[in-house]
């Protein structure tokens, strides 16, 4: 299948490491040039400099934190004045915030909306105008399978996504008229750095290896996901086969969620 992203631009926030690196090295694996960010610069030039030997395609990396306007706004342009343009848009940084309602004091909850909703907002102002010139333009969020089954012991993750999910969906009818199509891909249990906070929290004595198991139980398909699982998704959506596909909100969690 000729996926058309050979050229295109994409740019992907939290590109440094886990889903978000996985989904880099996809796209730029079907030829799509890739613009991207991360706070911390160790990983983010490892990542820029594996991808551009092992793909060849051009790479900009910049420390950039999604919580920050004015260093989304810049690094947003400069990306799109490196690659001369953009054409795909990957919210993804992000992390997970555990805990009840108990747990979770208003300043960590506030902090967690913004890295999730106002950082995809934010990416999505300042990409936009970009967007509009492309012929091929697509906004991909990278949610979580829990803003639509809640996980009450995730309480500020679930009401957090869901608030996500709810912007995707009515960005995805305002963007329409310019042909720019936003679709949600929603998570599972998926190996990645980011467990480390949750281990913390539920399970502190416990080793990964164990936590991961025991989410492995849990779930129909009996594993946890890899990162290039979603990645492989995310690049459909992004493709030029994906023309009809907009506002749309897919699970991949190996068939954990019950609902239908
Ligand atoms: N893994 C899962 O099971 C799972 C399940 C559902 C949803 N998700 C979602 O998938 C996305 C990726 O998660 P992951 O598991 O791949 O996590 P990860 O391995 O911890 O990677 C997160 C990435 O985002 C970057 N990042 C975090 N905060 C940032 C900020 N404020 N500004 C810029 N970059 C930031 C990180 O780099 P720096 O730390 O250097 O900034 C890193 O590149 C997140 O939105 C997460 O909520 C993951």
Redesign the pocket.
């Known amino acids: 299948m000729d996926l058309g992203l050979k050229g295109r631009k994409a740019l992907v926030?939290?590109?440094?490491?886990?889903?978000?690196?996985?989904i880099a090295f996809e796209l730029a694996g079907e030829g799509a040039d890739l613009a991207i960010?991360?706070?911390?610069a160790r990983?983010?030039d490892d990542t820029a400099a594996t991808l551009r030997e092992e793909t060849g395609v051009d790479v900009f990396a910049g420390a950039?934190?999604?919580?920050d306007t004015n260093e989304i706004r810049a690094f947003v342009e400069q990306a799109a004045a490196a690659l001369g343009g953009l054409d795909i848009l990957v919210n993804?940084?992000?992390?997970?915030l555990p805990g009840t309602f108990e747990d979770v004091e208003e300043v960590r909850w506030r902090a967690d909306l913004d890295?999730?909703l106002f950082?995809a907002m934010r990416c999505v102002r300042a990409a936009l105008p970009y967007l509009k010139q492309s012929t091929q333009a697509r906004i991909i969020n990278?949610?979580?399978?829990?803003g639509r089954q809640i996980a009450p012991e995730y309480i500020a993750?679930s009401t957090d996504?869901a608030a996500c999910l709810a912007f995707s969906k009515g960005l995805a009818d305002n963007l329409a008229k310019y042909g720019v199509l936003v679709n949600s891909v929603?998570?599972?249990?998926?190996?990645?750095?980011?467990?480390g906070s949750t281990l913390d929290y539920f399970a502190p004595d416990a080793e990964l290896e164990e936590y991961y198991a025991q989410a492995s139980r849990e779930t129909p398909l009996g594993r946890?996901?890899e990162?290039d699982e979603?990645a492989a998704v995310v690049t459909f959506l992004a493709s030029k086969r994906a023309s009809y596909i907009t506002g749309a909100s897919i699970d991949v969690d190996g068939g954990l969620v019950r609902y239908i």
């Open positions: 926030t939290g590109g440094s490491k886990g889903i978000g690196r996985a960010c991360a706070r911390g990983d983010l950039a934190d999604v919580t993804n940084a992000g992390s997970a890295v999730k950082a990278i949610n979580s399978i829990v993750n996504r929603n998570p599972g249990n998926v190996k990645s750095q980011a467990w946890v996901g990162a979603i």
